[in-house]
C-alpha cells in the first residue's frame, strides 16, 4: 500500500503546481489586463491600415482534414523514429509490434483512401468523370 503511494506523489506534486501555475497566470492577467470598451476595440488591427475586406476567411472543409491527417500520421512517424533508435533492445516481440503498428496506419490510410478523404477534385468535375 505504501509503495504505491510513494510511486505516484511526484506525479500529484507535478500536476498541483501545473494547475497552481496556470491559476496564477490566469489571476494575474485578469488584473493587470488592459480593457477597451470602445467602438474600434473589436475591430482587427492591419498595420494602421484601414479595414478593407471581411477578416474571416471560409476554408474548405478538406484543409482541416488534411491538417489532422499530417498530425495524426506525423506522430506516428516520431513512434518509428524512436522504435529505429531501440530496434536492437527491442528484439523480435519489438518488430512484430512495429509491423503491427505499421499495419493498423496502413489499414487506416486505405479507409481514407476508400472514403474519399484524400480526393480534392470538384464534386461537378468529380460527378462528370464518372458518368462518362
Known sequence: MGLEVYCFWPLLFFFCCVVAIVAAMITVSFFLGERHEG????????????????PQLRFHVKYYLVAMFFVIFDAEALF????????RELGL?????????V???????AYLWKRGALDWTDEKRKSALTRT
Do not use: D, H, K, Q
Open 39 to 54: 467602438r474600434v476595440a473589436g475591430e482587427p488591427y492591419e498595420s494602421g491600415m484601414p479595414l478593407t475586406a471581411v
Open 80 to 87: 518509428m523514429f524512436a522504435w529505429a533508435l531501440s530496434v
Open 93 to 101: 516481440p519489438g518488430y512484430i509490434a512495429f509491423l503491427v503498428f
Open 103 to 109: 499495419f493498423v496506419l496502413m489499414i487506416a490510410l
